[in-house]
């Protein structure tokens, strides 16, 4: 620090720079900064600016903005409850009882600032050193996971990572698993989290996996975690069949931001009362009050049920169009004669491209990626918690988002496909 201030153990661990996700926001920032119109995107997360949703967002704020009530006037001026708005939490529990049938009330959920924010209270609040003295981790039943979630334990090592199987499901194409004959749920372990679809790999896994993984943590007796940013009900961005899960020992996530609301950073977490009281506790001491506009602008979304026919009408059919194409673009550049694979694109907004016996670090690829003006996110941040033990794939794989137009993704491939060549020296 330039003050010379000395840091906290935490302050040092997650405020003095250097984590995985802030030196790769770092690259991005940077490349932004630079020139958009010089860089292909292909790293961040961003929700693609989709007409049609852009529209609903226009059309929801002039409604707020000509209310004769006091809805605007709240939503700028007033705290809401730590919990979240009170109408606002009554709609969700409404959808969700009426789409699922979940017996889910208020007393259920929690708005938090984003889903980031609902992850680090929900591992912070279960997981970690215990008043007995212990320390207790999460589980991540399936390796690669969301690089978000690595550096959010205040105290560390917070992860345990199982390994997956890996499935060849045809030619330059494969599909992680499960390995459940593998997976310990031990005493050690506080809670198992994964998303769905995953974020890297757009892998979702199967009602069956799902239902297995939450028969095991009830006999386990901890919580199953699943981060549905990326799922359904909304915003469905989801390719397959998939079956939402909740239970009375799962606690679910969701968000706006893949809805094309990530500035509104709101999220909601569906929980057993006493999680969800925990969360509304937290927030009041972290943040006071959660961010309002996200909640006001979807609030009669979620009455009416439009939320529902803008995923599965505009939203999921964008992206799986989107999905399609990349996948083309990937298959008509990458070379033959390397062995590369692609995991099956399920949901999200990526590809997960798998260059296997890659000679270089993919830290090394993405470093020759952007020198070459091209963004990815390097596979090997993603398999935290794997254990020390070397495994060659953990650094053979490449995040790649297909958000973007269609130009950027066909010269991005290009230029992948070119360093991929020279990588293997073909």
Excluded at 135 to 147: D, F, G, N, S, T
Excluded at 173 to 192: E, H, N, T, W
Excluded at 199 to 225: F, H, S, Y
Aim: aromatic letters at 8%.
């Amino acid at each position: 620090m330039s003050a010379g201030f000395p840091l906290s153990t935490i302050g040092t661990r997650i405020g003095g720079g250097g984590t995985s996700i802030e030196l790769l926001m770092h690259d991005l920032g940077e490349a932004l900064g630079s020139g958009r119109d010089t860089i292909l995107m292909l790293g961040g997360g961003n929700p693609a600016a989709i007409p049609e949703v852009i529209e609903v967002w226009r059309r929801r704020m002039q409604e707020l903005l000509d209310d004769e009530g006091a809805t605007f006037s709240r939503m700028l001026g007033d705290y809401d409850p730590p919990r979240g708005s009170p109408a606002f939490l009554e709609a969700m529990a409404g959808l969700l009882r009426r789409e699922f049938g979940w017996e889910v009330t208020p007393d259920n959920l929690a708005v938090t600032a984003g889903g980031q924010t609902a992850f680090f209270l929900l591992f912070n609040l279960l997981a970690g050193d215990m008043p007995d003295g212990s320390r207790r981790k999460v589980l991540l039943p399936m390796a690669p996971e969301y690089i978000g979630y690595c550096d959010l334990g205040l105290t560390m090592p917070l992860f345990e990572a199982k390994r997956p199987r890996i499935e060849h499901t045809g030619p330059h194409r494969f599909k992680y698993r499960v390995d459940f004959d593998s997976l310990d749920i031990g005493p050690d372990v506080a809670l198992v989290c994964a998303s769905r679809p995953t974020n890297p790999t757009g892998n979702v896994m199967t009602d069956d996996e799902v239902r297995r993984l939450a028969k095991r943590c009830r006999e386990a007796g901890v919580p199953l975690v699943l981060d549905n940013a990326y799922g359904t009900p909304f915003p469905q961005i989801i390719f397959r069949e998939a079956t939402p899960y909740w239970d009375d020992n799962t606690i679910l996530t969701l968000s706006l931001s893949k809805l094309g609301l990530p500035g509104t950073r709101t999220a909601v977490v569906v929980a057993p009362p006493e999680i969800a009281r925990s969360i509304q506790a937290m927030t009041s001491i972290t943040g006071l009050a959660n961010n309002n506009v996200g909640q006001a602008i979807i609030t009669p979304l979620l009455e009416s049920g439009e939320i529902i026919r803008l995923s599965r009408e505009v939203i999921q059919p964008f992206y799986k169009k989107k999905a399609a194409h990349a996948l083309k673009v990937a298959a008509a550049t990458l070379p033959d004669n390397i062995d590369y694979h692609l995991h099956e694109s399920e949901g999200a907004l990526f590809l997960w491209l798998w260059l296997r016996g890659l000679p270089i670090s993919s830290r090394e690829f993405y470093e020759r990626l952007k020198a070459r003006g091209v963004l990815v996110l390097p596979g090997e941040f993603f398999f935290y918690g794997v254990g020390e033990e070397d495994w060659p794939h953990s650094r053979e794989c490449l995040r790649i988002s297909f958000s973007m137009d269609r130009e950027t993704v066909e010269r991005g491939f290009e230029i992948i496909a070119d360093e991929a060549a020279k990588a293997f020296g073909r």
